[in-house]
């Protein structure tokens, strides 16, 4: 497990960024990551979800104007203000994944996206209140960020940015693919499937290598639309995630359902 420190900490960290930003509108890109992820999770609209740092709120729109009754929380208590000001019907509250204040066995679904390596230390309760509060079949979507050879040059890329080669506030943990199944496996999940994914290609860092309309860097239309290349850049990426995908991914994602005892 390596970590990853920044100039500033998880709260702060969080909180300036949904703070700058609007609160999404719902995610319209089915092929891209996280939706295409949650929607292999959610196979039906068949019981209550759970979303674990919604943030601005991409997913949680999505599957509320898709009809599904879904909440979602967040520990950042701006991004929950600015979801509340969208849309007034969205279930959406401050919480913790540490220690939630829900019932045993409440949610069909859990969808934590991006969650748990903000987690130094309590990642392990975290991944057992999240089967706590999962109904016995349940499935769990989660996404981690990977420990490889893209996630020390993006951490390369910041250090350089700041002009810094080493920073003092903690900022994620990073794990291999065995080191993040482990920690399932050890709260009882029984894993289906383990995907490299990019959310954000190390080459879209780089505005040659984007799509004509995503040239200036607009976070919410990437966060709808996905991390859109140009045609150089999806070949060049396809050609790193057909045969160095554990490399050049910077998240696992991970679906996982929880068994009869």
């Not at 291999?176 to 050890?186: G, K, N, P, Q, S």
Request: aromatic fraction near 14%; charged fraction near 25%.
């Amino acid at each position: 497990m390596r970590t990853t420190y920044r100039t500033s900490g998880v709260k702060e960290y969080w909180t300036s960024r949904w703070a700058d930003i609007p609160a999404d509108f719902a995610m319209t890109n089915l092929a891209a990551y996280p939706l295409k992820y949650a929607l292999q999770a959610v196979s039906s609209n068949d019981g209550p979800i759970l979303e674990a740092g919604c943030g601005a709120g991409r997913i949680l729109r999505y599957f509320h104007q898709h009809g599904h009754d879904i909440t979602g929380i967040d520990f950042v208590e701006v991004a929950v203000r600015k979801l509340r000001e969208a849309d007034q019907a969205l279930k959406v509250e401050v919480g913790d994944i540490s220690s939630l204040r829900f019932a045993d066995e409440e949610f069909r679904y859990l969808l934590a996206f991006g969650l748990y390596h903000n987690l130094e230390h309590t990642l392990e309760e975290a991944v057992k209140e999240s089967w706590r509060v999962l109904q016995v079949g349940g499935f769990i979507c989660a996404s981690f960020r990977a420990d490889n050879l893209q996630t020390r040059l993006s951490d390369w890329l910041a250090a350089r940015k700041c002009g810094k080669s080493t920073q003092g506030e903690f900022h994620k943990l990073n794990l291999t693919r065995r080191e993040f199944t482990t920690v399932f496996e050890r709260a009882g999940f029984v894993i289906d499937t383990v995907s490299p994914v990019e959310n954000m290609p190390i080459l879209y860092k780089f505005s040659f290598f984007r799509s004509h309309s995503h040239k200036v860097f607009d976070e919410n239309k990437a966060r709808a639309e996905g991390y859109r290349m140009s045609a150089l850049g999806q070949v060049l990426q396809k050609y790193l995630m057909r045969f160095f995908a554990d490399q050049f991914c910077n998240i696992y994602v991970l679906i996982a359902r929880k068994a009869c005892n």
